[in-house]
């Protein structure tokens, strides 16, 4: 969301108080409007017959200046039309600020954002998932489906997009791998990928914004409401990254060094989506960096990287590229937003005036993590024995070693039974579901339930969401808490 080109992320800044011009009726032409480019000219831009002057807006915009500088002087609907959240009552309340007059009507109106739709060859997605937003499209699976299953159906597995969705054809796909100095860069399809040797490992998925909406009940951050369902465990199978760095001749080396993804999603200026891991990693072969085209036994949906997307086991779902089209090697981590602008933790005390993301490391490793799936926040429960279920994971391999659980706000705990496949030693990719049947007090009419893991570190989840709190709403691992009734 940070590369927004468009006025949606504005809401960061609603009690921002700016200098508006006055609405008017001043009439403009075109050719004017595309006059006003810069700084010195002022900025404008135009939606359907109205102009805006948007100067004092663009140091503020939190994708950075030069993504809103690309529609000054001409319309915004292309770029609302790729990121379709702008085009709410709230947001175009917000730009009115900025009105300064009417195009020429004899000047050919801008086409609507319903005539352009980079979205319109979407896949078909499973009902069951509950939308975050539609363009791009973001979902979860319900809680109650989340953990039904130790692996995750590919149909309800959490969605992460943050671009159209690219239709590639695998007969002429091919992925380039840049070189080494001396080395040799590589082109290879779908089929070469194939014939490297091929490895098969169970991975969960977490995005960096998983229960984002509760540092919301704290205090307003920005981005996606996820709640519980943003992170998904799969079987994915491909040929692993060291190896294909390897025969275009890399290898560890002294110096700091990083391995950089590009997709072959991109905006309408062409900027592709990117992320980087640390060389180290990439080259290490029990870090198990996959290069996946099979999910659960089938190639990769459209919606998951089809048809070749990276996997990085114990890594923040942002680092795990899908529609990959390019890996390279540089001495610096990419320059892409999505690694130096976004998915980057911060002291509660930074706001948006303040913050500097270049004070901050990317995100790779995710801290310890559970939620409870069943009961459901609200829900009424049977007296005698109440049954409740959820999912713990931690980053970096590290196991979930127990799941502590209360009925009473974390007076007193019980242990959950954890269930899945056992753990490998450093090499927990994957989580652990757990449940604990436990007698319904007597007399008790409603239930605190709270539930906290701990990894094989000792890490173990912040009682409350207030001191992790963070302008991006990521991170976001507090005990979880589930509020019940009791059926007399």
């Not at 990959?324 to 005036?353: A, C, I, N």
């Amino acid at each position: 969301m940070g590369t927004l080109l468009g006025l949606g992320a504005v809401l960061a800044y609603q009690d921002h108080r700016c200098r508006a011009a006055q609405e008017s009726t001043h009439i403009y032409t075109k050719e004017e409007v595309s006059s006003h480019t810069s700084p010195e000219t002022g900025i404008w831009v135009t939606l359907g017959s109205e102009v805006f002057d948007v100067t004092e807006f663009v140091d503020l915009h939190p994708g950075g200046p030069s993504k809103l500088m690309l529609a000054a002087g001409g319309p915004l609907e292309p770029f609302w039309a790729l990121y379709a959240v702008h085009n709410q009552s709230h947001v175009r309340e917000l730009l009115a600020q900025y009105k300064i007059g009417e195009l020429n009507p004899e000047d050919k109106v801008a086409p609507t954002v319903e005539t352009s739709d980079p979205y319109a060859d979407d896949p078909v997605r499973h009902p069951a998932l509950k939308v975050n937003s539609q363009r791009p499209f973001n979902a979860e699976p319900p809680p109650e489906l989340l953990t039904e299953n130790y692996i995750t159906p590919n149909p309800i597995f959490f969605t992460r997009n943050h671009l159209p969705v690219p239709n590639l054809d695998p007969d002429t796909y091919r992925l380039h791998v840049v070189g080494a100095p001396g080395g040799q860069s590589l082109s290879l399809s779908l089929d070469d990928l194939h014939n490297f040797p091929r490895y098969e490992i169970t991975v969960t998925l977490q995005c960096a914004g998983n229960r984002r909406s509760e540092m919301t009940q704290v205090k307003e951050v920005k981005g996606l409401e996820w709640r519980t369902g943003a992170i998904s465990t799969a079987r994915w199978a491909g040929a692993r990254l060291c190896d294909v760095l390897a025969q275009a001749g890399h290898q560890l080396c002294e110096t700091e060094a990083h391995v950089c993804f590009e997709g072959l999603d991109s905006d309408p200026t062409g900027t592709a989506y990117g992320a980087s891991i640390p060389l180290a990693r990439a080259m290490d072969p029990e870090a198990e960096v996959l290069l996946a085209y099979e999910m659960n036994g089938q190639p990769l949906p459209r919606d998951h990287g089809f048809p070749v997307r990276v996997v990085v086991p114990g890594v923040v779902g942002a680092r795990h590229v899908k529609w990959l089209g390019r890996v390279s090697v540089q001495p610096e981590e990419s320059y892409s937003h999505w690694q130096r602008r976004d998915y980057k933790g911060f002291s509660p005390s930074v706001d948006w005036e303040t913050v500097d993301f270049d004070s901050a490391p990317s995100i790779q490793e995710l801290p310890v993590q559970s939620a409870i799936t069943e009961p459901r926040d609200g829900e009424t429960v049977e007296s005698g024995e109440v049954t409740i279920k959820g999912y713990a994971w931690s980053g970096g391999g590290r196991a979930v070693i127990r799941v502590d659980v209360s009925l009473d706000g974390g007076l007193t705990w019980q242990v959950a039974k954890l269930d899945g496949e056992e753990q490998r030693p450093r090499k927990a990719w994957a989580w652990r579901l757990w449940q604990l049947k436990a007698p319904v007090p007597a007399g008790q009419k409603e239930l605190n339930i709270v539930c906290k893991a701990v990894d094989d570190g000792y890490n173990v989840q912040p009682d409350t969401v207030a001191p992790i709190w963070n302008l991006r709403g990521v991170l976001s691992n507090a005990w979880h808490r589930v509020h019940v009734y009791v059926s007399p």
